[in-house]
């Protein structure tokens, strides 16, 4: 039997009991959870090991890709610059990013980043993983680029491109990039400890990902949005046992952390924009999540989901939990955030070994049921 570590109000013992059952029943390798309530940790779990092999021990500061669970750091990087007045969502792009006008987007708003209807979904140039790493290749490719469909029309999830996108706004704005920016802005001030560009002093804890057996390619139709999508820029999970993908800027995908420091990140957005005893954010600026964008069958993914400003939001075809104000994502291999601002609770779990979904799997979907449980 997996041993877990950490602390857990006795409240969310039933949480514990999800976690432990990853591992005897899910086949979980290494993994940890964690829960906020009113912007204070109630949980703080992990256990197993972070190798295949199954030689080293999970430990309280062992980080893993998370893969688009790094979306939310970044969507929260722009609602904050919003909050200060000094991005306006409903803005064309080019009132930052003049460049982005290019081939017919000259119309296209800051929110439709966001809520992946900017037609994006992919790239047209084709750019080595050494190339993609290299920030001003991406951005003036994408700057170049003409949308694959009617941008604000319908979403088409942005797998690899919307963190760029996203960036390259908060950089024009703040002449930080966006890595800088969420570190001095946002972990730092809320204690969490997350990367999104990771230094190679970090490396020694990092645990390796396990990848799944089916890769999200190869789950879509060949000639269809969601495989131009996946096709380029590609996603390969041994990229991430790389200098190259660990150190780069890739805010829609190589965010390294753990649920602890997800969870410290994100509890200023379900707690009225205040967490452990800081204030991020107004509370009207962490509400701004649930200005719905986007309502239809995604393009890329295949599933009706509901958008907002940088999150999905939970609602019949995706229900997330019992209450009305739930905002939700989570990462390629089953790493999952949700943030609810009715019951003050952010709810993250974190793993090494993947599953090939997109969208979650039993395992996260267990430990936030769990949560609702304990809640009553």
Known sequence: MTEIHGRCDDRFAVVREAFKKNFASHGDVGASVAVSLEGELVVDLWGGHRDAAKTLPWEENTIVNVYSS?????????????????????????????????????????????????????????????????????????????????????????????????????????NKSIGTFFRDEIAVPMGADFF??????????????????????????????????????????????????RMAEIPAANGHGNARSIVRAQSAMANGGVAFGKRLLSEAGARRIFDKQTHTEDLVLGLPILFGMGYGISESSMPMGPNTHIAYWGGWGGSTVVVDQDARVCVSYVMNRMESGLMGDPRGFGITHAVYQSLG
């Open 70 to 174: 790094t979306k939310t750091m970044a969507a929260m990087c722009l609602l904050l610059l919003a909050d200060r007045g000094a991005v306006d969502l409903y803005a064309p792009v080019a009132r930052y990013w003049p460049e982005f006008a290019q081939n017919g987007k000259d119309k296209i708003e800051v929110r439709h980043f966001l809520s992946h209807s900017a037609g994006l979904s992919g790239m047209d140039e084709v750019l080595s993983d050494e190339e993609f790493y290299v920030w001003e290749n991406v951005v003036s490719a994408l700057a170049r680029q003409k949308p694959w469909w009617e941008p604000g029309t319908q979403s088409g999830y942005h797998a690899l491109t919307q963190g760029h996108l996203i960036g390259e706004v908060v950089r024009r704005v703040t």
């Open 196 to 245: 999104i560009g990771t230094p190679e002093s970090e490396f020694g804890r990092i645990a390796e990902l396990i990848p799944p057996e089916v890769q999200p390619v190869g789950q879509v139709a060949s000639d269809s949005v969601a495989a131009r999508s996946f096709a380029n820029p590609k996603i390969d999970a041994a990229a991430a046992k790389t200098r190259g993908w």
